[in-house]
């Protein structure tokens, strides 16, 4: 017998769904207009979260986009890359997604606008 046995599921928090993550992330950030491209120089590191996908040019700056189609780059070991001919990411650029464990293409989508979000400065 188990004595003082506490299930290891009641003890853990719930984890935030995508869409709570998504808004903690754009909390207290104020939207600017949304932007064709950006400069692959500020598109930082991208994550894919509650269908957007996130550019963080800065701690305070970053930028949502809405792709058409199927970027669903959330699974362990995938990651998006992206195709542009010049040195933007732009509207209409194809992401793939990739498995980069095993190197397969697991789907695609097309870039929308760039909706910039920027925090206030810090007093």
């Given amino acids: 017998a188990l004595v003082g ?36 120089s500020r598109a930082g590191g991208s994550e894919v979260i509650a269908g957007s996908i996130i ?8 930028y949502r986009n809405e792709a058409r189609g199927g970027c669903d780059a959330r699974r362990i070991g995938s990651g998006l890359v992206f195709r542009t001919s010049s040195s933007s990411l732009c509207s209409g650029d194809v992401a793939q997604v990739v498995d980069f464990t095993t190197g397969i ?3 695609h989508c097309v870039l929308g606008d760039f909706v910039p979000y920027l925090a206030p400065p810090k007093s």
Avoid at 9 to 20: L, M, N
Avoid at 32 to 37: N, R
């Fill in 5 to 40: 046995f506490l299930p290891v599921a009641s003890a853990k928090t719930p984890r935030p769904t995508e869409t709570e993550r998504l808004a903690k992330l754009l909390d207290g950030k104020t939207p600017g207009k949304a932007q064709s491209c950006i400069p692959l």
């Fill in 55 to 62: 550019f963080r040019e800065s701690s305070r700056r970053l």
């Fill in 105 to 107: 293409y697991e789907g």
